[in-house]
């Protein structure tokens, strides 16, 4: 659906390409079999606009804004919680919204929404508030993640700020379905307004070598210096692949001694592709007199990487020629441009120029400082983003076999299973143990602890697609039916425990190929029959387990013998069974020897959180990773730190 465009970079919407005309070096001819390919396969998507979905979350019909009549669809695409009102009036986008989804203790720590859009840019854009039914006025705190990336952590106090109220960010989305999940903290339900997930340009926001797509970019401020309006791109007749980004003013905001100045006057250059900036951010800006700093100052997340977006067009009458304005910016003291002449730059007045870099900011301010060299300062606009490193996220087959396993064991939904079990990192899912895999990048499910949990379905064959499994509790349940012979697939599987269930039928055979099999605990079912020949002879061995208390199984030491035997046989297989049995102790101590040994050399190199593994898998690496080592690892370019 998109063309591929130059230097390995993801393609622009090929409608896009054809009302832009900055790409003059692609022919018509190149454009018109893509074209077709496109209309065809998105028919109810408006040629040239850009996807759109604007969420009004609680309510049960679709509804239209008396401010900009954008349409907010009744809410849909989400996995839990309940709806509740607010007045109407509440949110500044779309005031006729008058209900809210929130999430309640019981609806899991996990919820989320999955909306399936294009694969693409997005500025995806949140509206919180509380409700009077639901949260009895109590702020709630939680954190939002996007693509499974913990994006907005919610501090307390967020409510009384603007832009925690209306966060948004610019997200690469590229699974074909956006999604974002609440995860609570405990205080008070996560709950949510509105959601809008709104398309922009392919190349919006290139920041360049070396970053990649796969960052978030999270907006800290996006101002206009003097604004003469406010608000969002559609108030301010922006384009609509600018994302509808909302336009602050500095008005607020200390800055020093400025002077506003405006124009009507046309600018030049200012708003096509990618970032189609409205032509108003240009017609105001803040000036200073001769030899007179401007500066803006924020309070930032430390240690964090920051990019920076700088709009300027000469709007002064007296400024014609180059050279008669020049100033340096510095961020925290440090130089982020030099020697900036915007007429030089720009080629004349009334025409736009943006700088944008990307910094790293130690401490908890970021102060953007102007400072002339000849002449005062004028800036008409910045922009600024955190970049949130996009995580990893788990094997789809696997998340999919969860999600099966989710229906057919009847997992209660307070365990929150919804969104990516591993990531975020802060926020897995509650019963499942996961590991990193370096090769491929990418989180797998090592264990399920789910004993106690009142489960009441039965095992699905899907458990098949954790491969990667290493443990499995989920004992003490109320699982029926049988035990699937799939289980036999999982060929890392080292402990087995599902006793005290009412699983009935046969252990399967296929138990038998689970080679690093140590614990197995198969007692309290409603099992019956023989069991397998190939888990005494292979498995077992060296292995503790536990067979009793089920419907009749046989043919195992301590069990009843299977079927009817001659008192010949009978004496055979007490010498057997003797010899077997010494055969296995002199094995289980010379294991467990081994085991010793092995255990004690890795307790000395393994980290706390490491998974110290008996036996490795030469194709995956299952070692986990310090949750705060990964976090604080350099990641931008995906190359997580393996935990030393
Ligand atoms: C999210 O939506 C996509 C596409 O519609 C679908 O493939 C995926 O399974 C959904 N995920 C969840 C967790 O429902
Ligand atoms: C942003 O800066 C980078 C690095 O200087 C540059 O490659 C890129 O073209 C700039 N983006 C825009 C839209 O100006
Ligand atoms: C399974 O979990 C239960 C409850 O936490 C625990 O008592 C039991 O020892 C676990 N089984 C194994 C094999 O670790
Ligand atoms: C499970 O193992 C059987 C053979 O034991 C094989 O036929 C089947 O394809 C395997 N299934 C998966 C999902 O790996
Ligand atoms: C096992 O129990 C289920 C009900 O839980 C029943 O439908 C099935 O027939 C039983 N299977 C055997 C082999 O007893
Ligand atoms: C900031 O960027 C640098 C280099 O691009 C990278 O190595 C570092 O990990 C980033 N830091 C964070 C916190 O993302």
């Known amino acids: ?59 049960s019909e679709n509804s239209y804004s008396n401010r900009t009549n954008l349409v907010w669809l009744k809410d849909f695409g989400y996995m839990g919680g309940s709806s509740a009102s607010i007045p109407e009036g509440t949110s500044m986008i779309a005031p006729q919204l008058n209900t809210l989804r929130y999430f309640q203790y019981s609806d899991g720590a996990e919820n989320c929404y999955n909306i399936s859009v294009p694969i693409g840019r997005y500025l995806m854009r949140f509206f919180f508030t509380f409700g009077e039914v639901d949260n009895s006025n109590t702020e709630p705190q939680f954190d939002v993640s996007l693509e499974g990336t913990l994006t907005f952590p919610l501090q307390p106090g967020w409510s009384s700020y603007y832009d925690q109220a209306y966060p948004d960010a610019l997200v690469y989305v590229d699974d074909g379905a956006a999604t974002a999940c609440f995860h609570s903290s405990g205080h008070g339900n996560p709950a949510v307004v509105s959601l809008e997930i709104l398309q922009i340009n392919e190349l919006a926001y290139e920041l360049g070598y070396p970053w990649t797509l796969y960052v978030i970019l999270k ?69 200073t007199g001769v030899g007179e700093n401007l500066y803006y100052s924020f309070q930032v997340e430390p240690n964090q990487n920051y990019s920076i977006w700088l709009h300027f067009a000469e709007i002064s009458p007296n400024i014609t020629q180059k050279g008669q304005r020049i100033f340096q910016i510095l961020v925290n003291d440090q130089p982020l ?46 922009e600024i983003y955190q970049l949130v490193p996009m995580e990893y996220t788990t094997v789809k087959s696997q998340v999919w076999a969860l999600q099966a396993l989710k229906d057919s064991l009847g997992v209660p939904s307070r365990l929150g299973w919804n969104g990516d ?64 012979s799939q289980l036999g697939n999982l060929s890392n599987l080292e402990i087995l425990d599902i006793s005290f269930n009412k699983l009935n039928g046969s252990i399967p055979g296929s138990l038998g190929n689970l080679t690093h099999l140590q614990e197995l605990y198969l007692n309290g079912n409603q099992l019956k029959g023989e069991v397998p020949v190939a888990l005494l002879s292979g498995p077992i061995h060296g292995a503790s387990f536990n067979f009793s208390d089920n419907s009749g199984l046989c ?6 013998s299977c079927g009817i035997l001659s008192s010949g046989s009978k004496v055979g297989l007490a010498v057997g069974t003797t010899l077997g049995a010494l055969i296995l102790v002199v094995c289980i101590l010379a294991i467990r020897q081994r085991r010793y040994n092995i255990a004690r050399a890795k307790r000395s190199h393994d980290a706390p959180f490491a998974r110290s593994r008996l036996s490795s898998t030469p194709e995956v690496q299952l070692q986990k990773l310090a949750i705060t080592d990964y976090i604080k690892s350099p990641h931008l370019e995906h190359t997580p730190q393996l935990l030393q």
């Open 337 to 382: 441009f030099m020697g900036v002449d915007i007429v030089g730059y720009s080629g004349g007045p009334f025409t736009a120029i943006v700088l944008n870099k990307t910094i790293f900011v130690e401490g908890r301010t970021l102060t953007l400082t102007l400072k002339p060299v000849q002449g005062g300062i004028l800036i008409n606009g910045f």
């Open 555 to 560: 043919g195992i030491p301590g069990l009843s």
């Open 421 to 484: 079990p591993c990531v975020p990192q802060e926020h897995p899912w509650i019963g499942v143990d996961c590991g990193y895999d370096f090769t491929g990048n990418a989180w797998f499910l090592a264990g399920l602890s789910l004993s106690h949990q009142g489960l009441k379905g039965h095992i699905a064959e899907d458990i098949s697609y954790l491969p990667s499994l290493q443990s499995i509790n989920m004992s003490s349940n109320s699982l029926s039916g049988a035990i699937p």
């Open 219 to 287: 907006t800290v401020k996006r101002v206009s210096c003097n604004a003469l309006e406010t608000g969002y791109g559609i108030d301010l007749d922006a384009d609509p692949w600018g994302g509808d980004r909302f336009w602050g003013s500095d008005i607020d905001l200390n800055k020093g001694a400025s002077t506003p100045l405006k124009t009507t006057a046309h600018i030049t250059n200012c708003c096509g592709a990618p970032n189609f900036y409205p032509e108003v951010l240009y017609q105001s800006a803040a000036t």
């Open 1 to 59: 659906m998109f063309l591929m465009g130059s230097g390995g970079q993801i393609g622009w919407s090929p409608s896009k390409l054809l009302s832009t005309t900055k790409l003059k070096t692609i022919s018509l001819v190149q454009l018109i079999p893509v074209f077709f390919f496109f209309a065809s396969a998105v028919v109810a998507q408006n040629v040239g606009a850009p996807v759109a979905v604007r969420i009004a979350c609680g309510s």
